[in-house]
């Protein structure tokens, strides 16, 4: 509790305050006496020279003493808080009228406090006091002829020991008592507000602590109020943001574990499918091999060869899109025209076009634009994609691959009248291994990797791939490309 930070908050603000309120007594008694001694001061200005008349006839001859303590009796039952002293020119003490109970300390007076009064400087003026060394007193002084010798002087200490100390003037004062208590008061009230403020902002600080050790101990929706616009607030967003980042990262690792987890499994089965279907057909060749007639051993061995380039297909694919998931293919970007690339693809697919009966057309505009990109990479996902739409478009269907010049982008467009792609897979399609007809039957169709590949070449180019499909009339692919500008240069590796 004492190590807390309100603890310590609190203790520094009490120590402050009671700093102060000692600082502020000081300063405020010092303030008071002085004051006292100003208007003492000021109000006894004259007194020592009313006083001269009364004492010089008995300073004649010799000093009266016995006279002037008749006078300065009759006189102090009025004022008590004065004592009167004789000087001479240099501020030795002739003789002194103090109470007979206080000794005399100092024999000398300091003349420069008597010059400056004298002169009728601004009061207040303090001088020494010879009952107390330590300490200055307000005075009155008056020029006095003593025994013939003229300009010594009638020096009168007053308020004497009246306020000799700031407790005595303390203990004597009502008024100061009461502005004492007042301010005391005041002291306490703006400690006690101090505590409960400090105590409400540490209290956020608890909050911001608690939530913090809560999500630490895995409750990964705990998030701390951020309302307030001041520092706690901002660290309460900062500490949201960062929980927010953290869960999400967490929830993509999570995803690619769950990923990485269905990968093997898609991998193992695709690659155990082809390999028992080998071995299958190898080990029925070699054991029958006496009684196989040549055109079924043909049949069997081409079967075999067939699921091996299959499975050969199917590695190379692999490796492919691992490499460009990886990132370890930078496309290499170089100015070309578009056209030409679509018409060779095109051609190259025209045999397998019309083995199964399907028009397969390239409509490519008059002007031949030139577009920014990897030429390779960008063959490569045209021929998945027009692969795909002879693939799955049955004998008398269409294929369209079509080029629109934009401004500033060409767009190609592979479009087919196949059986179309059902809604609820089209989210899917170009997730790795997916296939819309899960029998994977090879026959029917490929890995599920040539629409993934495709669009991984897209992303590496910072370009979407895009597909409308309706069930029953076809299928569209879309991505478009910059167009080169003069400064498309080929990327250097
Ligand atoms: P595959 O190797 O199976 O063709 P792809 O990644 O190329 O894998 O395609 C994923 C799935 O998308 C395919 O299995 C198929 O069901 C569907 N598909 C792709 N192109 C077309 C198309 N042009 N028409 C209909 N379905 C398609």
Same mark, same amino acid.
Request: charged share 30%; hydrophobic share 40%.
């Given at each position: 509790?004492?190590?807390?930070?309100?603890?310590?908050?609190?203790?520094?603000?009490?120590?402050?305050?009671?700093?102060?309120?000692?600082?502020?007594?000081?300063?405020?008694?010092?303030?008071?006496?002085?004051?006292?001694?100003?208007?003492?001061?000021?109000?006894?200005?004259?007194?020592?020279?009313?006083?001269?008349?009364?004492?010089?006839?008995?300073?004649?001859?010799?000093?009266?003493?016995?006279? $002037?303590?008749?006078?300065?009796?009759?006189?102090?039952?009025?004022?008590?808080?004065? !004592?009167?002293?004789?000087? *001479?020119?240099?501020? #030795?003490?002739?003789?002194?009228?103090?109470?007979?109970?206080?000794?005399?300390?100092? /024999?000398?007076?300091?003349?420069?406090?008597?010059?400056?009064?004298?002169?009728?400087? *601004?009061?207040?003026?303090?001088?020494?006091?010879? /009952?107390?060394?330590?300490? /200055?007193?307000?005075?009155?002084?008056?020029?006095?002829?003593?025994?013939?010798?003229?300009?010594?002087?009638?020096?009168?200490?007053?308020?004497?020991?009246?306020?000799?100390?700031?407790?005595?003037?303390?203990?004597?004062?009502?008024?100061?008592?009461?502005?004492?208590?007042?301010?005391?008061?005041?002291?306490?009230?703006?400690?006690?507000?101090?505590?409960?403020?400090?105590?409400?902002?540490?209290?956020?600080?608890?909050?911001?602590?608690?939530?913090?050790?809560?999500?630490?101990?895995?409750?990964?929706?705990?998030?701390?109020?951020?309302?307030?616009? *001041?520092?706690?607030?901002?660290?309460?967003?900062?500490?949201?943001?960062?929980?927010?980042?953290?869960?999400?990262?967490?929830?993509?690792?999570?995803?690619?574990?769950?990923?990485?987890?269905?990968?093997?499994?898609?991998?193992?089965?695709?690659?155990?499918?082809? &390999?028992?279907?080998?071995?299958?057909?190898?080990?029925?060749?070699?054991? %029958?091999?006496?009684?196989?007639?040549?055109?079924?051993?043909?049949?069997?061995?081409?079967?075999?060869?067939?699921?091996?380039?299959?499975?050969?297909?199917?590695?190379?694919?692999?490796?492919?899109?691992? %490499? &460009? !998931?990886?990132?370890?293919?930078?496309?290499?970007?170089?100015?070309?025209?578009?056209?030409?690339?679509?018409?060779?693809?095109?051609?190259?697919?025209?045999?397998? #076009?019309? /083995?199964?009966?399907? *028009?397969?057309?390239?409509?490519?505009?008059?002007?031949?634009?030139?577009?920014?990109?990897?030429?390779?990479?960008?063959?490569?996902?045209?021929?998945?994609? $027009?692969?795909?739409?002879?693939?799955?478009?049955?004998?008398?269907?269409?294929?369209?691959?079509?080029?629109?010049?934009?401004?500033?982008?060409?767009?190609?467009?592979?479009?087919?009248?196949?059986?179309? $792609?059902?809604?609820?897979?089209?989210?899917?399609?170009?997730?790795?291994?997916?296939?819309?007809?899960?029998?994977?039957?090879?026959?029917?169709?490929?890995?599920?990797?040539?629409?993934?590949?495709?669009?991984?070449?897209?992303?590496?180019?910072?370009?979407?791939?895009?597909?409308?499909?309706?069930?029953? !009339?076809?299928?569209?692919?879309?991505?478009?490309?910059?167009?080169?500008?003069?400064?498309?240069?080929?990327?250097?590796?």
């Amino acid at each position: 509790m004492l190590n807390s930070f309100y603890a310590k908050l609190s203790g520094l603000f009490l120590v402050m305050i009671v700093g102060l309120g000692v600082v502020l007594a000081v300063l405020g008694g010092r303030t008071a006496q002085r004051y006292a001694d100003e208007v003492e001061q000021k109000l006894n200005r004259t007194l020592a020279e009313e006083m001269v008349p009364r004492f010089e006839p008995l300073l004649k001859d010799s000093i009266d003493r016995a006279g $002037i303590r008749e006078k300065i009796e009759d006189m102090t039952g009025i004022n008590r808080r004065i !004592e009167i002293y004789l000087l *001479d020119r240099q501020g #030795a003490l002739k003789a002194s009228f103090a109470s007979p109970s206080a000794a005399i300390e100092q /024999k000398t007076i300091e003349m420069a406090p008597i010059r400056r009064f004298m002169k009728g400087d *601004d009061l207040p003026i303090l001088g020494d006091d010879p /009952k107390d060394r330590a300490e /200055k007193k307000p005075f009155s002084v008056a020029h006095i002829e003593i025994m013939g010798q003229a300009h010594c002087y009638l020096y009168v200490i007053l308020g004497s020991e009246q306020y000799a100390s700031v407790a005595g003037m303390i203990e004597d004062s009502y008024i100061i008592q009461g502005a004492l208590t007042g301010f005391g008061i005041i002291l306490l009230v703006v400690a006690g507000l101090g505590l409960l403020l400090f105590r409400r902002l540490t209290q956020r600080l608890r909050n911001v602590q608690h939530v913090v050790a809560t999500f630490e101990q895995g409750d990964f929706d705990q998030r701390i109020d951020e309302s307030a616009n *001041d520092e706690i607030g901002q660290l309460a967003a900062c500490f949201n943001r960062m929980a927010d980042t953290l869960v999400d990262t967490m929830e993509e690792l999570r995803q690619a574990d769950r990923m990485r987890r269905e990968l093997v499994a898609n991998v193992s089965h695709d690659l155990r499918s082809p &390999l028992a279907s080998i071995q299958g057909y190898l080990e029925t060749v070699h054991m %029958k091999d006496g009684s196989l007639d040549p055109e079924e051993r043909q049949r069997y061995v081409k079967t075999a060869l067939h699921n091996a380039q299959r499975l050969s297909d199917l590695v190379g694919e692999l490796f492919e899109l691992s %490499k &460009l !998931e990886t990132k370890q293919v930078e496309p290499t970007i170089e100015s070309f025209p578009i056209a030409e690339l679509v018409q060779d693809i095109v051609m190259q697919y025209e045999p397998q #076009a019309e /083995k199964q009966k399907i *028009d397969l057309h390239a409509e490519v505009p008059e002007r031949h634009a030139r577009v920014a990109a990897d030429i390779g990479l960008v063959e490569r996902a045209l021929s998945n994609l $027009i692969d795909n739409a002879i693939h799955y478009t049955p004998g008398g269907g269409q294929v369209r691959v079509r080029l629109d010049n934009r401004e500033q982008e060409v767009c190609v467009e592979v479009e087919d009248t196949g059986p179309g $792609i059902p809604e609820d897979d089209l989210p899917h399609i170009f997730e790795r291994f997916y296939r819309v007809d899960k029998s994977r039957d090879r026959d029917k169709g490929g890995a599920g990797l040539g629409l993934a590949i495709a669009k991984t070449i897209l992303e590496l180019h910072d370009r979407p791939l895009q597909v409308e499909s309706t069930v029953g !009339e076809g299928t569209t692919f879309r991505f478009c490309l910059p167009v080169a500008t003069a400064t498309s240069r080929p990327t250097e590796h």
